[in-house]
C-alpha cells in the first residue's frame, strides 16, 4: 500500500503544479508573444490611422501598457508550456499505474 500511497502523492504534485501553470495564465490577455505583438500592433495602427475620441485614445493607450505589462509572464508562461505538456503525460501515466495497482 505504501507504493500506491507514494504513486498517489507524485500524481497529487504534478496535478497541483498543472493547476499552479494553468492559474498563472489567469488575467492575461494572449497566450503568446506573438499574439501579444499582433494585439499591441493592430491596437498602435488604430491609434495612428482610426478616428477615436481622446478618451477612446487614452484608454487604448493604457490597454498597450497593460500589454507591454504582460510581455515577461506570457515569455515565463511560452517556456513552461512543453514542461507542461510532459506533467501531464507524467500524471496520465502514473494514473494508469494507480488503476493497474489498485485493480
Known sequence: MSRLK??????KSILDKIAEFRQGRQGLECRTEQELDDKIAEMEHAIQHGEMSLAEEKATVR????????????????????????????????????DEVWG
Not at 507514494?6 to 500524481?11: A, C, G, I
Not at 506570457?74 to 501531464?88: A, Y
Open 6 to 11: 507514494q504513486l498517489r502523492e507524485m500524481r
Open 63 to 98: 490597454n498597450i501598457a497593460k500589454l507591454k505589462g504582460q510581455r515577461e509572464k506570457i515569455r515565463e508562461l511560452e517556456g513552461q508550456q512543453e514542461s507542461l505538456g510532459q506533467m501531464e503525460a507524467e500524471a496520465r501515466k502514473i494514473k494508469a499505474v494507480i
